[in-house]
């Protein structure tokens, strides 16, 4: 089935640290991946949506500056929480949509980064 | 609007006992429908998926119906182990492209 790969799975660094999350579909292509935020005891936040080629697209209320997204190829995203401070922990999860599929065929998951900043 | 409701856990059952968690779902269209399953630190792992009304998906022993009538996607297995602890979602998409999700059910299954 289809697999996506999410590194690190668990960071924890002092606060004003940039940190980089990756991302990566490893059996197919996704022009489309997406980012998420999951507080304990809750669903998932949409926070972005990573478009290949083109700039990310932000929910309202994330800010941009804050949490950069980069997707260079069909197959890797990156999101990089810089300055991170202690408000940023939390469970990071992202997502993929192979492109062939078409519009509704599920999102498989990373297995999520645990991001602490102390 | 687009919106997925599931049932309050935690569910707490003895192994072997039977699984309902209910999903309901508001929708234009016939949308796509999933069940994900989240066990304790990790990602969500796709759990089956029904594509259009009276579908069927089953993986794993658990099934779910896509009932327009009702406009639900029920989960049920009929005889839960230990491994199925889990935190399961019920999603589909929105108009826009972006997966909606239920607020997640907790299961506990006892030995």
């Known amino acids: 089935g289809a697999v996506v790969s999410q590194h690190p799975s668990r960071v924890i660094c002092k606060s004003g640290t940039s940190v980089k999350i990756e991302c990566r579909s490893l059996?197919?292509?996704?022009?489309?991946m997406f980012w998420y935020r999951q507080f304990p005891k809750q669903s998932l936040m949409l926070m972005a949506t990573?478009?290949?080629?083109?700039?990310?697209?932000?929910e309202q209320g994330v800010e941009k500056d804050k949490f950069l997204i980069n997707h260079a190829s069909l197959t890797l995203s990156t999101l990089t929480v810089t300055s991170a401070h202690p408000e940023d922990s939390s469970f990071y999860i992202c997502s993929a949509r192979d492109v062939a599929g078409g519009a509704n065929q599920p999102q498989h998951f990373g297995d999520g980064t645990r991001l602490s900043i102390l | 609007g687009d919106s997925v409701t599931q049932m309050e856990g935690p569910v707490t059952l003895s192994e072997e006992a039977f699984l309902t968690i209910n999903c309901t779902y508001t929708a234009t269209g016939y949308p796509s429908l999933f069940w994900y399953v989240q066990y304790p630190g990790e990602g969500l792992q796709l759990l089956l998926k029904?594509?259009?009304?009276?579908d069927k998906g089953s993986n794993k022993g658990f099934e779910a119906t896509y009932r327009k009538e009702t406009t639900s996607f029920h989960l049920e297995k009929g005889s839960v182990q230990v491994s199925d602890s889990a935190v399961y979602f019920c999603a589909r998409y929105n108009q826009g492209g972006k997966l909606i999700f239920g607020q997640g059910t907790e299961l506990s299954v006892k030995p």
């Open positions: 029904a594509t259009k009304a009276d």
């Open positions: 059996d197919f292509q996704a022009t489309t």
């Open positions: 990573s478009n290949e080629g083109s700039k990310a697209t932000y």
